[in-house]
């Protein structure tokens, strides 16, 4: 009997965690929405601005990579091998 006044204990005890880390997933929603509202207003109205900053910065890096592309192709062999090493510590 005592087993199952544990296991019953326990049952109840995860039903309880569950309820409460709904509540407070439910009040950090309630808390985030009116920021996260603020955000998405912005990226709206200045969303056009940068769009044409990037295209600008694109199409400058375009231009520089026609020039020279060595310096492009180094840095993505860089990258590649970053990822590497990162990629294959977590394996261990």
Do not use: C, K, W
Request: glycine share 6%; net charge positive.
């Amino acid at each position: 009997m005592p087993s199952r006044d544990f296991s019953h204990a326990v049952m109840s005890n995860a039903a309880e965690a569950r309820e409460r880390a709904n509540d407070m997933l439910r009040e950090a929603r309630h808390r985030a929405e009116p920021a996260l509202n603020q955000v998405m207003d912005y990226a709206r109205q200045e969303g056009d601005m940068l769009a044409e900053a990037v295209g600008t910065q694109l199409r400058r890096a375009g231009q520089a990579v026609r020039a020279d592309p060595v310096p492009a192709i180094v840095g993505a062999l860089g990258v590649a091998l970053l990822a590497s090493l990162l990629l294959s510590r977590r394996r261990r």
